[in-house]
């Protein structure tokens, strides 16, 4: 049984903790010449406080809007929310154009190529769960944040938004930076998607034998 802890990003199958995405991309990196490790991700020389809480208020409202639920922001947050629309818009061409879909949402005023290794990954996890996902969505229910497990590559992952609609279909994917009032995306066709996640699985690898899990 998967379980996830919210607080400290961690998850547990049978209460076995186990490797996740973000402490692949957190933790493999690169030594430059002055001696300094840098992660893939880079975020511990760009994301402060302020913005990680920032990026965290407007998934939230991502998630609101998805489920229709209705909620108040602040002026600083409102162009976002107009930049949310247009994705969203967006997004739902992409689904019929791919029919399967991973999408997440991105803060950031740069874009990072480990993304699309990220997103591989949880493509990867949504290929593992598909009749799961199709069994959420026959019940009605959108598939937003949920924790994942790949028991065939044992690590877990929490796609922000998956769209399932053809069991046998690969999955695409997209991360959606948004922007105020506007939306920059980066889209990985099925194809591109198989070779982003055999990238993803060489840094998998070097973690689990650095740490030893």
């Known amino acids: 049984m998967l379980t996830y802890n919210d607080e400290t990003h961690e998850y547990f199958v049978d209460g076995v903790k186990k490797i ?23 975020t511990e020389h760009i994301c402060d406080e302020y913005s990680a809480e920032f990026g965290k208020e407007i998934h939230k ?8 639920t209705s909620f108040k922001v602040n002026s600083e947050v409102k162009p976002y929310i107009v930049a949310i629309d247009k994705a969203l818009l967006f997004i739902d061409g ?15 005023v740069v874009r990072f190529d480990y993304w699309r290794m990220q997103l591989a990954a949880y493509a990867r996890l949504c290929r ?20 994942l497990y790949s028991g065939e590559y044992d690590f877990c992952g929490t796609p922000d938004y998956v769209i399932v609609n053809n069991v046998l279909a690969k999955f695409a994917t ?31 690898n070097t973690y689990r034998i650095g740490c030893k899990v």
């Not at 019929?96 to 991105?106: A, P, T």
């Open 20 to 42: 996740n995405t973000t402490s692949v991309f957190s933790n493999v990196g690169t030594k430059n010449s002055k001696g300094y490790w840098n992660s893939i991700s880079g």
């Open 128 to 147: 593992n769960e598909i009749n799961n996902l199709i069994e959420l969505r026959d019940r009605g229910l959108n598939i937003v944040e949920k924790p």
């Open 94 to 108: 992409l689904a019929k154009k791919y029919h399967n879909l991973v999408v997440d949402w991105k803060t950031s």
């Open 61 to 68: 409202c991502a998630v609101y809007k998805i489920n229709g």
């Open 174 to 204: 997209v991360s959606i930076r948004l922007l105020p009032n506007e939306f920059k995306p980066d889209i990985r066709k099925p194809s591109e998607v198989e070779t982003d996640f055999y990238q993803f699985l060489n840094l998998l």
